[in-house]
T-cell receptor, first 114, second 114 residues
Framework: DAGVIQSPRHEVTEMGQEVTLRCKPI?????LFWYRQTMMRGLELLIY????????DSGMPEDRFSAKMPNASFSTLKIQPSEPRDSAVYFC????????????FGPGTRLTVL | AQSVTQLGSHVSVSEGALVLLRCNYS??????LFWYVQYPNQGLQLLLK??????LVKGINGFEAEFKKSETSFHLTKPSAHMSDAAEYFC????????????FGTGTRLTIIP
């Protein structure tokens, strides 16, 4: 089992550029979560999907953030335009169909916006 | 809404000493409770979880936690600390019966003194 795969692992970009983070969940998991981790705010849930459908996006900070899950094996988190305050580590996690079960986290993408 | 409070953002213990990391929860319905560990530059990994079965839960790496409803606590313990236990530890709560969202605490950084 490869685990949750995230790419890129590190991203450095300039303010105003578009950033796309990618996630491949564990096969057979039908829940997918996007989190952001910063020193100031800790670990925040941004959005989660069930069976490719967004269930709760109340954590998405503003319209510059968008997430999609076109199929069961791929999701993207896009920031357009990016700002320095978006610098953080972004984690993707997936969970099996039983719902309130273990979430399996990817290694994260460290985003730096200059 | 559910929440968790982790007492102590930093804890230091000597190698071989008892590890005690504190977590208190707030939930209007029976909770599911989790402890996750995050090693440097890695994603979160599940240590153990309580899902209304036995109140004393054993996890990986010799850790265990006891659910105490009367104290609304779910403290994490390990009898003898090892250098490899140095990491950040997160307590999390979800509401049973279908709520997929985890609410994480702010984390406790554990340092092991040789």
């Amino acid at each position: 089992d490869a685990g949750v795969i995230q790419s890129p692992r590190h991203e450095v970009t300039e303010m105003g550029q578009e950033v796309t983070l990618r996630c491949k969940p564990i096969s057979g998991h039908d829940y997918l979560f996007w989190y952001r981790q910063t020193m100031m705010r800790g670990l925040e849930l941004l959005i989660y999907f069930n069976n490719n459908v967004p269930i709760d996006d109340s954590g998405m900070p503003e319209d510059r953030f968008s997430a999609k899950m076109p199929n069961a094996s791929f999701s993207t988190l896009k920031i357009q335009p990016s700002e320095p305050r978006d610098s953080a580590v972004y984690f993707c996690a997936s969970s099996p169909p039983s719902g309130t079960d273990t979430q399996y986290f990817g290694p994260g993408t460290r985003l730096t916006v200059l | 809404a559910q929440s968790v409070t982790q007492l102590g953002s930093h804890v230091s213990v000597s190698e071989g000493a008892l590890v005690l990391l504190r977590c208190n929860y707030s939930s209007s319905v029976p909770p599911y409770l989790f402890w996750y560990v995050q090693y440097p530059n890695q994603g979160l990994q599940l240590l153990l979880k309580y899902t209304s079965a036995a109140t004393l839960v054993k996890g990986i790496n010799g850790f265990e936690a006891e659910f105490k409803k009367s104290e609304t606590s779910f403290h994490l313990t390990k009898p003898s600390a090892h250098m490899s236990d140095a990491a950040e530890y997160f307590c999390a709560v979800s509401v049973a019966f279908g709520n997929e969202k985890l609410t994480f605490g702010t984390g406790t950084r554990l340092t092991i003194i040789p």
